[in-house]
């Protein structure tokens, strides 16, 4: 079955630190991947999306992920963490090739110390 | 252009009601989902609309339902609520092909 594994609840780094967010998917074909963040009492909004082609995606607000297939990962990458930055972040994998039905994983806590 | 809109934002329900939620897409966007969102849970996919015709649905009872309107207008009705259910529900909606979803602010049910 199709699952999506983020391995860290809750992660605090130093603003202006550099921010990896790990993300492991199973899948058996090249899956549709994505990246939301959620700040608290809002809705999720997209940050990357990986289809196909070039495995290292450049989304908004200076993030980017890299697709390595024999990894099963979609990691999340900021070279300098803003306070702003503060958010849960969610990696989702689209079911069965799906972009409308998504598997999300349980979510990273992001707090950011001045 | 507008984003995904939800109403109500708040909603406070008894245990045995049902309640009807609605969803208005982004203008153009011809798909919409639902997701319930619960700290337990996590995020769980609900349906998938396109068109009017229901096209995925998660592993929710049959209290859980949906339509689709012909302006892509989106409802869900949950009926004979339990404690359960008290989440969040988040609509969100695609243009179609690979397109992603862009989601709404979401309408907090809280069942009493």
């Known amino acids: 079955a199709q699952s999506v594994t983020q391995p860290d609840i809750h992660i605090t780094v130093s603003e202006g630190a550099s921010l990896e967010l790990r993300c492991n998917y199973s899948?058996?074909?090249?899956?549709?991947l994505f990246w939301y963040v959620q700040s608290p009492g809002q809705g999720l909004q997209l940050l990357l999306k990986?289809?196909?082609?070039?495995?290292l995606v450049q989304g908004i607000k200076g993030f980017e992920a890299e697709f390595k297939r024999s990894q099963s990962s979609f990691n999340l990458r900021k070279p300098s963490v803003h306070w702003s930055d503060a958010a849960e972040y969610f990696c989702?994998?689209?079911?069965?090739?799906?972009?409308?039905?998504?598997?999300f994983g349980k979510g990273t806590k992001l707090s950011v110390k001045p | 252009k507008a984003g995904v809109t939800q109403t109500p934002r708040y909603l406070i329900k008894t245990r045995g009601q049902q309640v009807t939620l609605s969803c208005s897409p982004i203008?153009?966007?011809?798909?919409v989902s639902w997701y319930q969102q619960t700290p337990g849970q996590g995020l769980q996919f609900l349906f998938e609309?396109?068109?009017?015709?229901?096209?995925n649905k998660g592993n929710f009872p049959g209290r859980f339902s949906g339509r689709q309107f012909s302006n892509s207008r989106s409802e869900m009705n949950v009926s004979t609520l339990e404690l359960g259910d008290s989440a969040l529900y988040l609509c969100?909606?695609?243009?179609?092909?690979?397109?992603?979803?862009?989601f709404g602010n979401g309408t907090r049910l809280t069942v009493t």
């Open positions: 989702a994998v689209g079911r069965g090739g799906s972009q409308g039905n998504l598997i």
């Open positions: 969100a909606s695609r243009w179609g092909g690979d397109s992603p979803l862009h």
């Open positions: 899948y058996g074909a090249t899956p549709y």
């Open positions: 609309y396109f068109s009017e015709t229901q096209r």
């Open positions: 203008s153009g966007h011809r798909s």
């Open positions: 990986y289809f196909s082609g070039d495995t």
